[in-house]
């Protein structure tokens, strides 16, 4: 198989598989250090490198998990907040081995737009999605619960211009899932 027959699988293969739907298998350190090392290889102008990641598992993915849940409880209002909701994201890394949280650090010296800096960190982001795959990882990347939210910025002690890109939930799955697009391909691209 050719670079990019190899590519094409690698891709095509990605699927978004939730934690719930993990087995609770551990990855090792050294294969998530090496997916990672894919992630810092994104484009990135005037290179800023403004992609930054902490990892979390064992004891430290639970207690996250918890301060995530206290912290949708203690920032929604009681009227749209559900014990359902604050339940799932207590128990969100409870399948998974690794916990990634993807930020964007800002380099303030540098004139760089911060939809530029987004773009990189998103591709950032999609490289570790994409090395997990390519090593049978199965992988969630979240916006959701309090992801967006200034109390977590706050939590994590993220400086004002620094943006949380999401939560990467990694782990093992014994699902396998089909991939699907329900718009054509020819419907969006133009040709000129």
Known sequence: MNAFD???QVIEGRRTTKPAQ??????????????????????????????RFFVLTGDN???FCEHHADLYWANTSPETR????????????????????????????????????????????QNILLGATAKGIASFWSTGGMTHHPAMKLYLELKDE?????????GYSDE????????????KIIWV
Do not use: C, F
Request: net charge negative; no cysteine.
């Open 6 to 8: 190899t590519l094409k």
């Open 22 to 51: 993990m087995n609770g298998q551990k990855i090792s350190d050294e294969d998530v250090k090496e997916i990672l090392a894919l992630a810092d290889w994104a484009p990135t102008h005037a290179r800023t490198e403004p992609w």
């Open 61 to 63: 993915l639970q207690k």
């Open 82 to 125: 559900t014990e359902t909701k604050r339940d799932a994201l207590l128990n969100m890394g409870s399948k998974a081995s690794h916990l990634v949280i993807s930020l964007m650090r800002r380099t303030p010296e540098a004139k760089i737009i911060t939809e530029e800096e987004y773009a990189a960190v998103a591709a950032a982001t």
């Open 162 to 170: 620094d943006l949380l890109m999401g939560l990467l939930y990694l």
């Open 176 to 187: 396998q899932k089909e991939g699907m697009r329900k718009i054509p391909l020819d419907d």
